[in-house]
């Protein structure tokens, strides 16, 4: 249920009187004053009521949407080979574009996917760390090509491919 919807079933209580001014602060986590304000609104509106005033409009602050393009372009075709730094003072400099290193990095870069799974990032993690892979350890004596032995550590590592389950050698440390 979205927020808008929850705030008028509420909302909608209240007027019904199945519920209190305070009962209904409770519910949507606001103070009283704020649900008199909200309920005073739903009456002269309706459901629109419940909805934020900004709600649908860009920011004020934000570029206009032909001048973000032109950026995009230039920066694309004209200045490909630049940093965000450097894209910055020429796209001023040049053509008297003034933007932030930010802006540009923020409409430049490609977006990251928000929704990583918990299992890739384990993934990842398992790979680069040692010490989580070694399942077993053990030291062994080996003949070497002399007549003498050669102590060695031996571990086995766990891995997210079983195909590559390996043994690996480690010299031990002479103290």
Known sequence: MT???KRYSVIAALLDGRMTNGEAAGALDVSVRQVKR???K???EGPSGVAHGNSGRSSSRAFPQEFKERTITLAREKY???NFSHLSEMLEEKEGIKISRETLRQWLRP???AARSESSADIGREENDRRRKVICSFWTDLPTSGSG????RFSCLRTTRPESLSM???KKKRT
Request: hydrophobic content about 40%; overall charge positive.
């Open 168 to 170: 690996v050698s480690f």
């Open 111 to 113: 977006k990251a996917s």
């Open 80 to 82: 490909f080979d630049f």
């Open 38 to 40: 909200i309920k005073g």
């Open 3 to 5: 927020e808008e919807v």
């Open 149 to 152: 032995m050669k102590r060695r």
């Open 42 to 44: 739903v009456k002269r």
